[in-house]
Structures are given as structure tokens and as C-alpha cells.
T-cell receptor, first 117, second 114 residues
Framework: DVKVTQSSRYLVKRTGEKVFLECVQD?????MFWYRQDPGLGLRLIYFSYDVKMKEKGDIPEGYSVSREKKERFSLILESASTNQTSMYLC????????????????FGEGSRLTVL | AQSVAQPEDQVNVAEGNPLTVKCTYS??????LFWYVQYPNRGLQFLLKYITGDNLVKGSYGFEAEFNKSQTSFHLKKPSALVSDSALYFC????????????FGSGTKLNVKP
């Protein structure tokens, strides 16, 4: 079975702390994503990575950075957490290819619920 | 601008009755369409997708969805709802020239009452 693992399910941090959210996938996927989920707003893309050391900004990158040093691991970093970053964070991955053999579905982790006090 | 709409924040249905969760989209180009389900405090799970071919696609847990190109819709359906189907459902679209850009709807909460 395919698996995307997020290291922390629940975190509580204080304003100004540095926060690391880790994500590992075992499917040898090239593409990895970090989304933020808030009630009524659906899923919003923070960053994605299409290869090791490569990254692109999504719709809401402000206040976040990412790191992809190995193919299977994609980290989301909050340099200085703020209360408005309290949210559910979802990591996802997908393989590469545009033919019918890879039709694009994302595989999600279980989510990391972050509370910033 | 590309967008996906799920016009109902919440859908209530009695167990055993048919259910429909609506999704419409507005995109330029040919879309691939997806439905995902999310149980409380969990990640999203893939349910089904439309790529090409038959407009009626079948997916996991007895769900199906019908692609209607003229109405730009992709409604999720199930003939007989179960209490365990209660969850949050997301419709998503990607375009064939950019598989890394997913457009998600805002989600519909399905409540199935016994």
C-alpha cells in the first residue's frame, strides 16, 4: 500500500517558535506538496516540490519555507510561528507522467494539526 | 480564473436513501476530475476520478460520479447511504497541461442519519 507519513499528528507551539513538519513517502514519487486546510476555505497550496532541492511557491507561501534534501522527504518550516498559522497541515505526493498510466491523483498523509498559542 | 464550486456546505440524508454531493467547475481546457473523502482528523482519501471515456465512473465504497461536460459538473452519488459515509467530501480538478496544480472545492459535509 502507498504511504505518506507525517511525523506529528498534533503539535502545540508558542508564538515565535520555529516549527518543523516532516513528511515521508514510500512511493518514489517525484512530486510532493504541502497544503493548509481551514474550515470554509478548503485546501490551499503552500509549496510543492517536483524534484530534490527544487521547490515552487503555491498560493499562500508567506511565513513558510520548505526543504527537500531527499526524494522521499519534504519538510515544512515555520520560521517564527504565529497564531494565524494554527491550522491542519496536509502533505501529499504524486508520481510524474501525464499519460493514462499516471492520471494525477494525490496521495495524502494523515495531517498535522498545529496549534500556536 | 479556474475554480471548483461545491454549492452545498452540508448535505443531510437518511440511511438507505440515495445521496448526491454536487460539484461544478469552471476551467479553460480539458480537466481531470477527482473526488476525495476526509474522515474527522484524518487526511484525504482518493475515491474516484474521471479521465476520459464513459461519463459514469465508479469508485471506492460504492460511490460513483457522473461527468457532464455541457453542465461542467461532476456530481458524486451513491444509491444507498450508510451512516459510515458521514464525512467531508472534496471535489478537485487538474488540467492536462499542469498536473501539479489542483483546484479544490471548499468541501461538503455529508451527514447520514440512522
Amino acid at each position: 500500500d502507498v504511504k505518506v507519513t507525517q511525523s506529528s499528528r498534533y503539535l502545540v507551539k508558542r508564538t515565535g517558535e520555529k516549527v518543523f513538519l516532516e513528511c515521508v513517502q514510500d512511493m518514489d514519487h517525484e512530486n510532493m506538496f504541502w497544503y493548509r486546510q481551514d474550515p470554509g476555505l478548503g485546501l490551499r497550496l503552500i509549496y510543492f516540490s517536483y524534484d530534490v532541492k527544487m521547490k515552487e511557491k503555491g498560493d499562500i507561501p508567506e511565513g513558510y519555507s520548505v526543504s527537500r534534501e531527499k526524494k522521499e522527504r519534504f519538510s515544512l518550516i515555520l520560521e517564527s510561528a504565529s497564531t494565524n498559522q494554527t491550522s491542519m497541515y496536509l502533505c501529499a505526493s504524486r508520481g510524474t507522467g501525464t499519460g493514462l498510466s499516471n492520471t494525477g491523483e494525490l496521495f495524502f498523509g494523515e495531517g498535522s494539526r498545529l496549534t500556536v498559542l | 480564473a479556474q475554480s471548483v464550486a461545491q454549492p452545498e456546505d452540508q448535505v443531510n440524508v437518511a440511511e438507505g436513501n440515495p445521496l448526491t454531493v454536487k460539484c461544478t467547475y469552471s476551467v479553460s481546457g480539458n480537466p481531470y476530475l477527482f473526488w476525495y473523502v476526509q474522515y474527522p482528523n484524518r487526511g484525504l482519501q482518493f475515491l474516484l476520478k474521471y479521465i476520459t471515456g464513459d461519463n459514469l465512473v465508479k469508485g471506492s465504497y460504492g460511490f460513483e460520479a457522473e461527468f457532464n461536460k455541457s453542465q461542467t459538473s461532476f456530481h458524486l452519488k451513491k444509491p444507498s447511504a450508510l451512516v459510515s459515509d458521514s464525512a467531508l467530501y472534496f471535489c478537485a480538478v487538474i488540467l492536462r497541461h499542469n498536473f501539479n496544480k489542483f483546484y479544490f472545492g471548499s468541501g461538503t459535509k455529508l451527514n447520514v442519519k440512522p
